[in-house]
């Protein structure tokens, strides 16, 4: 018998069915994030919903967050819920691998990605956030157009992830392979979100471009593994695609297969990119909204800087700077939601939850929970004070999920985005277009449906 059951009869799990016209009218109305945020502020922080042949249990309550992903975590993986990312889009890399399979990828893995580990990707942080200053002094400031600030992210970041896993120098290839994979994304986030699917052998315009799309990438990751494999490995480039080909498992002395490689390498660019790019967006579009906030980060940069491009040291000295970052991934966190899979039987907070069951980790919903923050629809850095940090629930924040399946790169894309912040607001404001009101939802991950137009003004 499972030690977690207890003997005592499991109370019944709330449950809410609206009909299908409910649902694309509550959808239509609200979106589907403000459809799932007023669904658990109405009916709590436990609850399954069906959604016509559909099930799922919201969780949101940091207790529940912490049982799924830390204190009963053997209980649950990543199974059905990411059949369809794992067939499609990513294959059986670090995201979506299970069981030991995943146990043995992070094993290898996490060295790469330690607070020290990612440190040695600050030089190309600093290069391509340099480019950006310049195209937008060059082309942009004081131009009056508004630009799409989600565009503009995601484009500095696949430049960042390109450099740091292929060092991919030609803007021909980053900008190909950054659509190709955007392409793929989009599709695999619209086909989640539609209540009736369209088989993928159907030659619809979306398939067809998302089968274009796959070709071209897997075959560029493809041709780099093979033009390295015909030079001397001391020719290599030294970048995340050749530490992954010459890992070995310290064990068996076993390398990654080529298909693994390949997994992996657009994993870490579809994951990669697109999170920190949406993480940034918003924050731009936070300063814009809170002058006060702004000024304050204003204020530490010009003390701490001058006109100088930040050292790692002088990020120690920012540390308002990474308070605004973390109150972002609070309110705007990339992943607003994450599944997880019962594998085994598993009671939660006295209610029975069957093997099989599908978990819906509600982050954007925890980090509004009004038991956990004070005003938790504000804006404020100071949340983030070393005290009052420490005094929180431990698992009333988790933008990058939490417990033994956090994202590998979070250390990677909060360096990222502390450089990136740091300099760009060192050097310019950004201003949303006037009369614009972000209708934001998510799609996937977090965006605006009218997206983010916004003014960049030099300081």
Not at 49 to 64: F, K, N
Not at 113 to 121: A, I, M, S, Y
Not at 148 to 172: G, K, N, P, Q, Y
Request: net charge neutral.
């Amino acid at each position: 018998m499972n030690p977690a059951l207890s003997l005592d009869t499991p109370r019944p799990l709330k449950e809410y069915a609206p009909t299908t016209l409910e649902l694309l009218k509550a959808i239509r109305r609200e979106g589907f994030l403000g459809w799932m945020t007023n669904t658990w502020r109405q009916q709590g922080d436990l609850l399954r919903i069906r959604m016509g042949a559909q099930s799922l249990v919201l969780v949101t309550h940091p207790d529940h967050v912490r049982h799924v992903n830390v204190t009963r975590r053997e209980s649950y993986d990543k199974g059905a819920s990411y059949d369809v990312l794992r067939e499609q889009l990513l294959g059986n890399g670090i995201v979506t691998a299970t069981g030991e399979d995943w146990r043995w990828q992070r094993r290898l893995m996490a060295p790469f990605f330690t607070p020290r580990g990612v440190e040695k990707f600050y030089p190309i942080f600093l290069s391509d956030t340099q480019q950006l200053i310049e195209r937008w002094r060059s082309q942009l400031q004081g131009s009056g157009r508004p630009v799409e600030m989600l565009e503009e992210m995601m484009r500095v970041t696949a430049s960042v992830i390109l450099h740091s896993v292929f060092s991919t120098e030609s803007d021909e290839a980053l900008v190909r392979i950054k659509n190709s994979i955007e392409t793929m994304v989009s599709h695999i986030s619209e086909m989640g979100m539609r209540p009736v699917q369209v088989p993928r052998w159907v030659p619809t315009p979306g398939n067809l471009r998302f089968r274009r799309a796959h070709k071209l990438v897997t075959a560029y990751i493809r041709e780099l593994i093979a033009r390295r494999r015909a030079l001397p490995t001391e020719q290599w480039p030294d970048d995340l695609l050749t530490k992954l080909m010459t890992i070995r498992d310290e064990e068996t002395g076993t390398l990654m297969a080529e298909q693994l490689l390949i997994d992996n390498g657009l994993t870490m660019f579809a994951a990669g990119h697109e999170t920190t790019a949406r993480t940034l967006s918003f924050l731009w579009y936070a300063l814009s909204q809170n002058p006060e906030v702004e000024r304050r980060l204003h204020d530490e940069l010009d003390s701490v800087l001058g006109d100088a491009p930040p050292t790692l040291n002088d990020l120690k000295k920012l540390p308002y700077t990474l308070q605004v970052v973390k109150e972002v991934l609070r309110l705007y966190p990339a992943a607003p939601m994450y599944a997880r899979d019962a594998v085994a039987d598993d009671e939660l907070d006295g209610v029975r939850i069957p093997a099989g069951t599908r978990m819906l980790v509600f982050s954007y919903g925890t980090h509004r929970h009004p038991d956990f923050w004070v005003e938790p629809e504000r804006f404020d850095p100071d949340r983030w004070l070393p005290e009052r940090e420490a005094a929180r629930h431990a698992h009333a924040y988790h933008p990058f999920a939490i417990g033994p399946r956090i994202c590998l790169g979070n250390n990677f894309s909060l360096l990222e985005t502390h450089v990136m912040t740091a300099m760009l607001a060192r050097r310019f404001k950004l201003r949303l277009k006037p009369g614009h009101v972000p209708r934001i939802d998510m799609f996937g991950t977090l965006g605006s449906s009218n997206g983010l137009p916004m003014l960049i003004e030099a300081r």
